[in-house]
């Protein structure tokens, strides 16, 4: 006779962490523009990251995303410089979103206002990292999870 967890598939363990860290001021609406624009870096970046696309039961299809899930986090500004600064050490791909990007209405304008600021200027609001999961836990040190 056999049990439900005899039965039900193992768990899925990732060996990466997606992770996004948001500047604790941001409004309500910065923080849920903000990680909608760094994650699509990363999925553009490591399409890997990309799982198959959906289906419902009357066979109707929708896009594909991550295969696995994105942690959001919080910090002050200073924890964000400080993990900008990890990560860029660590050589893990990131995106960043700056408060200049509040201002940009497109990608062209979004990308010279980052490009205008030495990288040790940006004022981060947002950073989104993909990597090994130790290397993303130290990056990501002193932040905790988004409420």
Same mark, same amino acid.
């Given at each position: 006779?056999?049990?439900?967890?005899?039965? $039900?598939? +193992? @768990?899925?363990?990732?060996?990466?962490?997606? %992770?996004?860290?948001?500047?604790?001021?941001?409004? /309500?609406?910065? &923080?849920?523009?903000?990680?909608?624009?760094?994650?699509?870096?990363?999925? $553009?970046? +490591? @399409?890997?990251?990309?799982?198959?696309?959906? %289906?419902?039961?009357?066979?109707?299809?929708?896009? /594909?995303?991550? &295969?696995?899930?994105?942690?959001?986090?919080?910090?002050?500004?200073?924890?964000?410089? +400080?993990?900008?600064?990890?990560?860029?050490?660590?050589?893990?791909?990131?995106?960043?979103?700056?408060?200049?990007?509040?201002?940009?209405?497109?990608?062209?304008?979004?990308?010279?206002?980052?490009?205008?600021?030495?990288?040790?200027?940006?004022?981060?609001?947002?950073?989104?990292?993909?990597?090994?999961?130790?290397?993303?836990?130290?990056?990501?040190?002193?932040?905790?999870?988004?409420?």
């Amino acid at each position: 006779m056999s049990t439900d967890h005899e039965t $039900a598939p +193992a @768990p899925v363990r990732f060996d990466t962490k997606i %992770a996004v860290l948001l500047r604790t001021d941001l409004e /309500p609406w910065q &923080r849920l523009n903000v990680t909608a624009f760094l994650v699509s870096g990363l999925g $553009a970046a +490591a @399409p890997e990251l990309i799982g198959e696309p959906y %289906a419902d039961a009357d066979g109707v299809g929708y896009l /594909p995303m991550f &295969r696995q899930p994105v942690l959001v986090f919080e910090g002050s500004k200073e924890l964000l410089t +400080a993990a900008h600064g990890r990560a860029l050490s660590r050589e893990v791909p990131a995106a960043v979103f700056t408060s200049d990007l509040f201002g940009t209405g497109n990608d062209r304008d979004n990308r010279a206002a980052v490009r205008a600021v030495g990288t040790h200027q940006l004022d981060l609001v947002g950073l989104a990292v993909h990597g090994p999961r130790n290397a993303v836990d130290k990056i990501l040190k002193g932040a905790r999870m988004h409420p």
